[in-house]
C-alpha cells in the first residue's frame, strides 16, 4: 500500500473544498468513535477520563463548526 501525502494547493474549487470538509468531518467521525471506545474502558484515573471527555467535546465542536462552513450560504 501506497502512503500518500496531503499537499494544500494554494487553491481549490468549491468542489474541492466541499470534499475536503467532507473528508475532515469523517476523520473527526472516526476520532469520536476511538475516543468512545477509551471512554468505555472505564478508566481509573480521574485526568485521563476528564481528558477524554474534554476531547470528545472538542471533537464535537469543532465537527460542528465544520459542517456549518460547508453548508450552502
Do not use: F
Request: hydrophobic fraction near 40%; charged fraction near 35%; proline fraction near 3%.
Amino acid at each position: 500500500m501506497r502512503n500518500a501525502l496531503v499537499q494544500l494547493p494554494g487553491y481549490r474549487s468549491s468542489k474541492d473544498e466541499r470534499t475536503v470538509m467532507r473528508a475532515a468531518i469523517r476523520q473527526l467521525e472516526r476520532a469520536d468513535l476511538y475516543l468512545g471506545a477509551v471512554e468505555a474502558m472505564e478508566l481509573n484515573d480521574v485526568e485521563a477520563r476528564r481528558a477524554v471527555r474534554r476531547l470528545l467535546g472538542d471533537i464535537g465542536s469543532l465537527r460542528r463548526y465544520i459542517a456549518e462552513l460547508r453548508a450552502p450560504s
